[in-house]
């Protein structure tokens, strides 16, 4: 994924914000199809709604979007409560078909992306490059920031499709393999 497109992340969560919002408001569209296109976005590229597209994420963003560790607590303890369209989508996020994935090749272990996630910054058991402790990146409370993949100096963290089963993705944990 291109660090350009994550770093306007927020242009594009405000922009599509906005037309759900008219599309609710306006047009009066049941809201059951967000839950439709939260399941439909969470099976193909995971748990993106909340980041990406909700509107109630994109006022959070606004209000909890700092880097203190309280801030980052409220975020998580959002997104791990969430509502029904985090619920399904974030269901997803173990079985979806774009996931994170590090290159061990390129990976120098400096741990940035570690710095920037806000469930290993939370959790001791979870890292995005130590393959002993669980990758954040298929928990369920993994929103899709991409903010691991901007921190990462050498591009060795991507967004792609990944067919392969995750416990086996995480043991060997390097492209190519299978
Ligand atoms: S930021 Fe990149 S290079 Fe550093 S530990 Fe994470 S994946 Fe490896
Ligand atoms: S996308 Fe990366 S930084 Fe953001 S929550 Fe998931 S694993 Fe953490």
Redesign the pocket.
């Known amino acids: 994924m291109k660090k350009s497109v994550i770093a306007d992340r927020r242009i594009t969560l405000a922009f599509i914000s906005i037309i759900i919002i008219i599309l609710l408001a306006y047009y009066k569209v049941n809201p059951l199809y967000l839950l439709v296109a939260g399941a439909t976005t969470g099976i193909i590229f995971g748990k993106v709604f909340c980041r990406w597209m909700c509107p109630i994420g994109f006022v959070l963003e606004f209000i909890l979007g700092g880097t203190s560790r309280s801030k980052r607590q409220q975020m998580y303890n959002y997104h791990k409560i969430g509502c029904p369209i985090a619920w399904v989508s974030g269901g997803a996020n173990r079985f979806s078909l774009f996931k994170i994935r ?1 290159d061990s090749s ?9 710095d920037e996630c806000y469930i290993s910054t939370l959790n001791n058991d979870c890292s ?2 130590k393959n002993d402790k669980k990758d954040p990146a298929l928990e369920y409370t993994c929103s899709k920031c991409m903010k ?1 993949i901007d ?4 591009n ?2 991507d967004f792609k499709v990944q067919l392969r089963n995750n416990s086996k993705i995480r043991k060997e944990n390097e492209y190519g393999k299978g």
């Open positions: 590090r390129t990976c120098t272990n400096c741990g940035k992306c570690d995005l490059y691991c921190a990462c100096p050498t060795s963290l």
